[in-house]
Nanobody, 125 residues
């Protein structure tokens, strides 16, 4: 599985960005896609997770982004999106999408096998 993240940029506080994570290669009926971010001198942290399985599709968000960020997907394009609204300077980081072929919820970066290259998001105050 190859992941290509895009959509980062520079935005003022209160603004919006939409990140995209395009997947190619091996597919699975059950999988999870996670969005993570890493700010300078900080560890990579969980932002949001989408869990797709035959029984249910669920999304989860870190408390810091809940109500502001939303995951969506376009199956025809094999692309997952992260809509980020009401951005704050503390959202500034390199954002990564990651995936794994299991329909289990998990927020640990070490439990994701496939990673995109990261896209920079900078929010100015």
């Amino acid at each position: 599985v190859q992941l290509q993240a895009s959509g980062g940029g520079l935005v003022q506080a209160g603004g919006s960005l939409r990140l995209a994570c395009a997947a190619s290669g091996r597919t699975s009926s059950s999988y999870r896609v996670g969005w993570f971010r890493q700010a300078p001198q900080k560890e990579r942290e969980y932002v949001a997770v989408a869990v797709i399985s035959r029984s249910a599709n669920r999304t989860y968000y870190a408390d810091s982004v809940k109500g502001r960020f939303t995951i969506s997907r376009d199956n025809a394009k094999n692309t997952m999106y992260l809509q980020m609204n009401s951005l704050k300077p503390e959202d500034t980081a390199v954002y990564y999408c990651a995936a794994d072929t299991t329909g289990m919820y998990d927020t640990s970066p070490s439990h994701y096998k496939y990673w995109g290259q990261g896209t920079q998001v900078t929010v100015s105050s």
